[in-house]
């Protein structure tokens, strides 16, 4: 005999009259005067079985001994439910199978928490995945994840990209966090680090003719994990040769419509808007925009040059938001805690109440050009920042997401993709005043901007771009450099002496050195995607066991201290950090 016939959420009136073996977890177990009502769950959904003591003795007293999450396999004749006992709700609800032979496959001991149980503790939940697993929308999660992939897959192929796998151990690959370290027992003291993105192999592949390159690549990075990071997570990876930028935003636009398709959800329109990294940083303050909601921030610096406030006239930058409240004295202290935290100095602000009355502190300096200038509909709040250009656009930018949330603001039946363009090729270390690279050392700067001042890149544009899903950064690329010198030019720039990057990316050199094809890419982070195709506020949702925000697995309680004798071969001594808690 075959362990079950259908699914538990196959089952329907066709169905009755024939005898059935269905098999699953009991969801819920109900006793009635002698009868017992089990409903029989899988990943397809429930049916009920019902235990007639007349009919079937033995398997009434199995049915007794069932308890919430045992596995059991029943066997019976399917028929329609009383009129009054059908469940219109439940696709089964017009049937139920009275139970024949019912076997327990396997018990379950207490549960932690019940499945439909909610809010329970997250890392309740992870210590016993296999249980939060067995949920609707856990299942509903990994199976519209397995879809997604599955339709970028087809589509990649059919757009003739090759699936090709590169090491997860190599030396550092710079996309700007921490490496992860593996020691290495033929090899003492020596570490590789794993990959924090294929992006060098990728190149090469280039080099090497591939000509189109993707994987479903793995990735490690040391960072602190959020709502939208994880030490390891996956990217559609891809790399194409002889292409320009728009070549790429096409092949991933494909990507990106054919699995939003293929889960059924509407699909952007193409192609997705674009909007350059300066319109991105004045209007929202920061490159991954939440367009969802408006609120945008507007410039006031042009108007407050005469100020009599002198905080605005001697400000580099003054910039506002207008708020669709009337803010309370409190409520404004707390939006400037908040500034402050933020980095701002204070957050001036002029209240427009619901009769059109302005309250504010700083009106009394505005002239009246200034004042007609920040009029606003009565109920508003009109908030300022005032300093540098790059701490007024974070500080508006970071309110404006606060309000947007606090307000209710944010459309979440929108579902905005746009690209975000023209970024700086460098950046500047606010610390040490060494540039360095915004997106990775190996973006190719703007054509007719090959050459700079090495001391002084300011203002050289980088042919990168980035995904924005609902403000959240969904993936990068750009156009690679290929010619050699102007790999080295940008390494210098960054202060990577000749040795230095020799000694690290001698290969890369060489590889540019030996015909290297004009080329470019993309990776775009799965979970991500996921995650907003699932409606998931975090990508812990959709990851079968990821890590909590320290940093550990609470489920196999990794990472784990390893005992003397392995470290000793791998070259390595152990420093236990004072306070240490050792498990
Ligand atoms: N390697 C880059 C990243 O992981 C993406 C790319 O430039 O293709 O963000």
Not at 456 to 464: A, K, T
Not at 486 to 495: A, I, N
Not at 530 to 558: C, H, M, N, W, Y
Request: hydrophobic share 40%; charged share 30%; with cysteine.
């Amino acid at each position: 005999m075959s362990w079950r016939d259908l699914y538990c959420g196959e089952l329907r009136s066709d169905h009755i009259g024939k005898r059935m073996t269905v098999a699953g977890w009991v969801d819920t177990r109900r006793d009635h005067g002698g009868l017992v009502f089990i409903d029989l769950r899988d990943h397809t959904g429930k049916l009920q079985l019902v235990v007639n003591p007349e009919r079937a003795a033995e398997a009434k007293d199995a049915a007794h001994e069932l308890r919430n999450e045992f596995v059991v396999q029943a066997e019976g004749e399917v028929v329609a439910r009383a009129p009054d006992a059908v469940n219109p709700n439940l696709p089964t609800g017009e049937v139920e199978i009275q139970v024949d032979t019912l076997r327990i496959l396997s018990r379950s001991t207490p549960l932690p928490f019940q499945l439909d149980e909610e809010n329970v503790d997250e890392t309740l939940r992870l210590r016993y995945r296999w249980l939060d697993m067995r949920r609707d929308k856990m299942q509903h999660n990994f199976r519209v994840q397995h879809t997604a992939i599955a339709a970028i897959r087809r589509r990649m192929d059919e757009l003739g990209f090759v699936d090709v796998w590169t090491p997860s151990m190599t030396r550092g690959t710079p996309e700007g966090a921490r490496d992860f370290l593996v020691p290495v027992r033929l090899q003492p003291g020596k570490f590789f680090a794993l990959a924090q993105s294929p992006q060098l192999f990728k190149q090469l592949c280039m080099v090497g003719g591939i000509d189109r390159y993707y994987q479903i690549a793995t990735c490690w990075r040391d960072e602190d994990l959020r709502a939208d990071r994880q030490f390891e997570f996956r990217q559609l990876d891809l790399e194409m040769a002889f292409v320009e930028r728009d070549d790429v935003l096409d092949v991933m636009e494909q990507a990106v419509v054919a699995a939003v398709e293929a889960v059924g959800d509407e699909a952007p329109k193409r192609p997705f808007e674009r909007i350059s990294f300066d319109e991105a940083m004045a209007k929202y303050g920061n490159d991954r925009p939440d367009r969802r909601f408006g609120m945008e921030i507007q410039d006031a610096t042009a108007v407050t040059r005469n100020s009599e406030f002198g905080v605005f006239k001697n400000a580099p930058a003054v910039r506002y938001v207008v708020a669709p409240k009337a803010f309370s004295r409190a409520e404004l202290g707390r939006l400037e805690d908040l500034a402050k935290e933020w980095g701002a100095k204070g957050l001036a602000y002029i209240v427009v109440d619901e009769s059109g009355e302005v309250r504010s502190p700083i009106a009394k300096f505005l002239s009246e050009q200034e004042l007609a200038a920040f009029s606003a509909d009565p109920g508003s709040t009109l908030l300022f920042g005032a300093g540098d250009e790059a701490a007024v656009a974070r500080v508006l930018g970071l309110l404006r997401l606060h309000l947007g949330r606090e307000l209710d603001l944010i459309d979440t039946e929108l579902n905005d993709f746009h690209w975000v363009l023209d970024f700086p090729l460098f950046a500047q270390d606010e610390e040490t005043g060494q540039w360095t690279f915004l997106h990775h050392p190996f973006t190719a700067p703007m054509p007719g901007q090959e050459t700079w001042d090495e001391s002084n890149p300011e203002g050289v544009r980088g042919q990168h771009y980035d995904l924005i899903q609902n403000g959240w950064e969904l993936g990068s690329g750009s156009i690679r450099i290929h010619d050699v010198e102007l790999q080295k030019r940008v390494f210098r720039t960054m202060g990577l002496g000749e040795e230095e990057a020799q000694s690290k990316f001698g290969f890369l050199l060489e590889a540019l050195a030996m015909g290297a094809p004009p080329h470019g890419g993309f990776a775009m982070g799965i979970e991500r995607f996921v995650a907003q195709l699932a409606d998931e506020p975090d990508i812990r949702q959709v990851i079968a066991f990821p890590k909590v925000s320290s940093g550990a697995d609470p489920l196999t309680g990794a990472p784990t201290p390893m005992p003397n004798e392995v470290l000793r071969e791998l070259g390595i001594t152990a420093i236990a950090p004072e306070n240490s808690s050792s498990r």
